[in-house]
């Protein structure tokens, strides 16, 4: 089992909607983080919060808008997607301290499919 | 930007025989880590490498982290069915940024009965 949990598991939807996907941890990780995976490929760096502050953004297209309400939350919000985007999308958090190089832990991922 | 080659792409192995996946960087690494993603699933940690010429070992699974550490490799010996799966290397650089930790292609493991 997974102690981050991702919201929703499967997501279909149309290019002019606008839907979230859901991420939350409980275990006091400052560091919180979206990948994106597609069939075949690794998962590529989407966002970095730490400390609840966009630390980074990897050139990613505005239709995709994290949003960290708290140190326990990270939403991604999605808006005029294209079929392209379709993929896997990964939370991951870890403690997040400068000097922390620990692992990753990561959910279980929201399949999106952009019709 | 940084990047972290890995090979090879795929490796088909009858079962009890061994499997090797490397690394290899351009530049120096701060420190490497292994991830193994099973079909359908998600990313599970496997272990972290700091230090120059480290070698750790977890059951079958034997670790190294090249003395310029800019290389590293997994080895898993008498693969069994439960080891298929992508296994990723994942690496920072030197930089310290602890934010940005950038995978490798990773290598799919098939593993024959």
């Known amino acids: 089992d997974t102690e981050v949990t991702q919201t929703p598991k499967h997501l279909v939807m149309g290019m002019t909607n606008k839907k979230s996907l859901k991420c939350e941890q409980h275990?006091?990780?400052?560091?919180m983080y979206w990948y994106k995976q597609k069939a075949k490929k690794p998962p590529e760096l989407m966002f970095v919060?730490?400390?609840?502050?966009?630390?980074i953004n990897e050139s990613v297209p505005s239709r995709f808008s994290p949003e960290c309400p708290n140190s326990s939350l990270l939403n991604l919000h999605l808006h005029a997607l294209q079929p392209e985007d379709s993929a896997l999308y990964l939370c991951?958090?870890?403690?997040?301290?400068?000097?922390?190089?620990?692992?990753?832990?990561f959910g279980e991922g929201s399949r999106l499919t952009v019709l | 930007g940084q990047q972290v080659m890995q090979i090879p792409q795929y490796q088909h192995v009858q079962e009890g025989e061994d499997f090797t996946t490397y690394c290899n960087s351009s530049?120096?690494?701060?420190?490497i880590q292994w991830y193994k993603q099973r079909p359908g699933g998600h990313p599970v940690f496997l272990i972290q490498?700091?230090?120059?010429?480290e070698v750790k070992k977890q059951k079958r699974l034997t670790f190294q982290f090249g003395e310029a550490k800019k290389n590293s490799s997994l080895h898993i010996t008498a693969t069994q069915t439960t080891d298929v799966g992508t296994y990723f290397c994942?690496?920072?650089?030197?930089?310290?940024?602890?934010?940005?930790?950038?995978f490798g292609q990773g290598t799919t493991l098939q593993v024959k009965p």
């Open positions: 919060y730490s400390y609840e502050k966009l630390s």
């Open positions: 275990m006091g990780h400052r560091a």
């Open positions: 994942a690496a920072r650089g030197r930089s310290g940024n602890t934010g940005k930790l950038i």
């Open positions: 490498l700091v230090k120059s010429g």
């Open positions: 991951a958090s870890n403690k997040g301290r400068r000097s922390d190089t620990g692992e990753l832990f």
């Open positions: 530049t120096t690494l701060s420190n």
